[in-house]
């Protein structure tokens, strides 16, 4: 029988967009075969960089009718269920390193109507979800350390992915595999046969010389 390839979703992520022209970036996700907006949330405190927080968040909603994928890499990030909610998330993605309470948290998520991810740092086993997998409707693999765009692809990812993806099935799971860091045109193909079901791409997508047409490339990887 002929296998269909599968297709990657792309994520681009804001953060590497020119932000006194956020407008301008907008405009060409929602031109492109983007699916979803991811948006990096940083507070200083469980990653060693600040981003953009609610009001932005309110303001690129108000542009498109994308899936708005919200990554919060802060601490106490159920304390903000509510406030992401009103400021337009479809996902929120909180960290397994900054939730005690974890599946208390998914749960919050899910009563506000939005979608709940999971993102693990390059240290965190995939293991460690298991237990919580039916929980989640997005893990996402951090394939860098967290804080910032431009960083280089850790290779070990390949290996999370594959195993994630058995641990999905295993448990006869719906949950999307999301790769977000250092994601190129060189290493999409190789994400997607691993298992990944979407890909974050800030600094490949913004820095191209032509964004939407890389965005596509990323897309037919
Ligand atoms: C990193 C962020 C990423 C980042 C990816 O902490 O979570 O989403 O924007 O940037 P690139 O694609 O440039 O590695
Ligand atoms: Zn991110």
Known sequence: MHQIKPMAIIAPSLLAADFLHLGNACQMLN?????????DVMDGSFVPNISYGL?????????TTKVM??????????KYIADFK???????????????????TLQQIKAQGMKAGVAINPHTSVDLLKDVINNIDVVCVMSVNPGFGGQKFIEHTYEKVRALKQIIKNANASTLIEIDGGVTENNAAQLVAAGADVLVAGTTVFKAADPKQMITTLKNC
């Open 31 to 39: 031109e492109s075969e983007a699916a979803w907006f991811h948006l």
């Open 55 to 63: 009001p932005i968040i309110e303001q690129i909603k108000k542009t």
């Open 69 to 78: 994928d919200v990554h919060l890499m802060i601490v106490n990030p159920e």
């Open 86 to 104: 009103k400021a337009g998330a479809d996902i929120l993605t909180v960290h397994y390193e900054a939730c005690p309470h974890l599946h208390s």
